[in-house]
């Protein structure tokens, strides 16, 4: 009994020394250590970033390629186009062969296109255009004007036929002086633009049978779509009887494919359009209902009892921007229904006879 008991005492003392106490790390060997963990962290970091990276690369590639593919950026492009063209006479968007269109992770998209107005036969650039889209639908849009000289107003504004404001015409001679006598002062060696109103509501045909006579085209018509009486709209006064309100505006045919992609279109209405008006105004009606079903923008609402009124009355306008050699332009002072002439850009000759 007493060899078993020395045995497991011999047992114990053998276990008891198998333990020994933890190595002693150098400080070295620490900061080693402590190096190395903090290489693995990094590595893991700059793999998740690296990770990261690409799959947000691959993302908006992805993204990218859908919205070209797919036409997205095609009907982003023709809205933009459509509502800058209709509501701001005489001004076109520049038409991109390859448009550059930023996409956002969260799918807005953005684009700048310059700004152009026909002078005599030169499309000059006069601003651009930022244009936003959301991935809600809601397009916004700013507008930067190049002007030449400070505290210059290039906008481009028509008054309201006063037959439609009190139901009978009121002679005001006055507005043909001022810009008209500016434009007398111009050698024949240069182009202008030129806008004017008129005292009467008009066909677009009958407009463009009485500027035929002269060698010059027109780049856009005010036309009357209620304002004012069909609906109430912002507007200003001046001298109690001159009216200005936001007008939408007849352009020359634009033609899309049913991508959206744009095919065709047209500078300017020459004499040879006197025959072809209907084709311009069904080609604005259309993109009229297009623009108020497929867009969400600001001014929408008032655009949709546009096109109603349209739908209902002849479209009529009330006024013209044109351009031409600086002799022909002043021979429609001409015209006694052609009245608040307001001179635009001047260029140096760059005109066929058309």
């Not at 006479?89 to 700004?115: H, M």
Request: hydrophobic fraction near 35%; charged fraction near 25%; avoid cysteine.
């Amino acid at each position: 009994m007493q060899d078993e008991f020395e045995k497991q005492e011999t047992d114990v003392h053998r276990y008891e020394d198998l333990i020994t106490e933890p190595p002693k790390w150098s400080k070295k060997k620490f900061n080693r250590m402590i190096w190395r963990t903090r290489m693995n962290k990094l590595r893991n970091a700059a793999s998740a970033v690296i990770l990261l990276f690409l799959l947000y690369t691959v993302y908006i590639s992805v993204i990218h390629i859908y919205f070209n593919t797919s036409g997205v950026n095609a009907t982003f492009i023709r809205s933009i186009i459509t509502i800058v063209e209709l509501h701001e006479n005489g001004v076109r968007v520049e038409r991109p062969v390859n448009s550059t269109i930023e996409v956002s992770p969260f799918l807005t998209q953005k684009a700048t296109l310059k700004l152009y107005r026909n002078v005599g036969d030169w499309q000059v650039i006069t601003g651009e255009i930022r244009a936003k889209k959301s991935m809600f639908g809601e397009l916004t849009y700013s507008i930067e004007n190049m002007s030449t000289y400070l505290n210059k107003n290039s906008h481009t504004a028509f008054i309201l036929p006063a037959s439609i404001m009190f139901d009978k015409p009121i002679k005001d001679t006055q507005r043909q002086e001022g810009d008209l006598e500016q434009l007398s002062k111009i050698e024949d060696g240069n182009v202008a633009e030129l806008s004017f109103s008129i005292n009467t509501l008009m066909s677009p045909e009958h407009l463009m049978g009485m500027l035929a006579q002269y060698n010059v085209v027109a780049t856009g018509m005010p036309v009357y779509a209620g304002e004012l009486k069909a609906f109430d709209t912002s507007h200003s006064v001046a001298g109690g009887t001159d009216y200005y309100v936001p007008y939408l505006n007849l352009r020359p045919t634009s033609g899309y494919e049913d991508n959206n992609e744009l095919s065709s279109w047209q500078l300017y209405f020459a004499a040879a359009d006197k025959s072809k008006m209907s084709e311009h105004i069904e080609n604005m009606m259309s993109e009229l209902e297009w623009m108020t079903t497929n867009i969400e923008y600001n001014g929408v609402n008032q655009d949709k009892e546009r096109l109603a009124f349209l739908l209902k009355n002849e479209v009529q306008v009330y006024g013209a921007t044109v351009t031409g050699p600086v002799r022909e332009l002043e021979k429609l002072k001409e015209q006694p229904q052609f009245r608040e002439f307001r001179l635009g850009r001047i260029e140096v000759w760059n005109w066929d006879k058309k």
